[in-house]
C-alpha cells in the first residue's frame, strides 16, 4: 500500500496504529498531516509537491465489521440518529448520536453533542468492533455498506 492508499484508508475511516496508539490525520490547504492521537506526535507529512513519509510504523484495522445481528439493530433505529460510538466508562455504553459527537477524555471519557442522543445499553453485549478506543465515532450508513 502506498502513501495515497495509506492517508485515503485513514481518512475514509480505516484504523491505523503507531506503537499502540490510533492514528489520525489533519488537512490545511496546502498538506494532509498524520499524527499519534495518544501523543499528538507529527508522523509525516503529505503535500503537493513533496512526500515526507515513514509507512514502516503503519499498521492497519479495519473498518468495523457487523454481524447481520448488529445491522438489522442498526435498521431499525429511527433513522434521525446517523453516528454511533462507545463512551470509556466501566459500562461501556454504546450510544446513537443526531450529529457527530466530539470526544472528551479530561474528566468523563465520553461523547458530547449538543443534539439528541440514545443510550443502548440493551446491545452493550454486542457490537463489540465499536470501541472507545476508536479514533472517531463511526456513520451509521458507512456501518451497514
Sequence with gaps: MNLYEMLG??????????????????FN?????????????KLGTLTLNNLAFD????????KPILSDDEKVILRNINERYKWIARD???????FVYESEPSKREDKIMAYFSDDEHLVLDLFNHIFKSIQWEDVKPHLIKDLLK
Design 29 to 41: 490547504e496546502k498538506s494532509v498531516g498524520a499524527y499519534c492521537l495518544k501523543s499528538h506526535k
Design 88 to 94: 470509556g466508562s466501566p459500562m461501556n455504553n454504546l
Design 55 to 62: 509507512t514502516e510504523w503503519i499498521t492497519y484495522q479495519p
Design 9 to 26: 484508508y485513514v481518512i475514509n475511516g480505516g484504523m491505523a496504529t503507531y506503537e499502540g496508539a490510533k492514528v489520525y490525520v489533519k
